[in-house]
């Protein structure tokens, strides 16, 4: 099967050309490469073309596109312009910062194949760390072995509000790109928001057909945690801390998953704004405004028992 990789960059320069040398050491090269650069601010761009450049022997008959947008709009939307001019069977989104296994392309055409597939969540190794997860042990009610580190995931709407379970942090998703033509990423935020694409790309697929959804273990997706990324980011204002698009959308929602995705990250969410918020004051200030929600999350606590 075909696959296409879609990058993101913005100002990822001492991360670019690692990530892109992860690609150059696959089993199976890539059949399309597409890197949007989103109006970096440092050489992240230079250091890409170039590397493309001196390797070009290297990505075989991978079909390679740069893109360089006039506006910063956020990853989600540069995601959006990648796919939008890809043509490949399956789709991979990496991010800038992260690196892929040399055997992943491989393992997953195999496991696609073999298995139809349809949609493939892959755990992750946080670097320099090196911990994993999730860990298949907690998520035993939610996932069926049919080969070495690899799952059908049951009731796969339900599985992606366990609080063990990551889907749409670093790059953990690989699919048909068929199932992704009718859903783009919400571009104006950058909190959850891949939780709330893939979210919507998995019901789609279930709403459609049965569907055979996989957890790959085996740690093929390397994510280096970063100084300054979203996760680890300080604001000064509760106001700059966004409302993950999984709670605008489904807060009137009256599907049960709906319901439990939206309380998961809503956890998650209160959990992050009180650990980044500089003052008691900035974090009372942060409850009181959002105190309707608080409900919603109680509500998510009942229902995941």
Known sequence: MTHAIIIPLFNKEGYIAQTLNSLIRQTKLPDELIIVDDVSTDNSLSIARNFLRNNASAFGNCKIQVIALR???????????????????????????????????????????????????????????????????????????????????????????SPYFIMGVGSNVITKSKWIAANRYTSEVQLNEGVDFWYRVLKGILNEVPGKIALQTGAYLYVNEVPGSLSRKKYTHFKQIGLPPVISRYINSKDEHDRLLMGMIGERWYKYALQNLPSNSQKIRFLWHYRSFIPKYFGYLLLKR
């Open 71 to 161: 506006e910063n709009k956020g990853p989600g939307n540069a995601r959006n312009v990648g796919f939008a001019v890809s043509n490949s069977e399956l789709v991979s989104f990496l991010d800038a910062d992260d690196e892929f296994h040399p055997k992943l392309l491989q393992t997953a055409a195999d496991a696609f194949s073999r298995y139809q597939l349809d949609f493939m969540v892959l755990n992750i190794a946080f670097m320099p760390g090196n911990e994993i997860y999730p860990d298949p042990a907690q998520l035993k009610k939610y996932i069926e072995p049919v080969d070495t580190d690899l799952y059908l995931i049951k009731n796969p709407l339900k599985a992606v509000s």
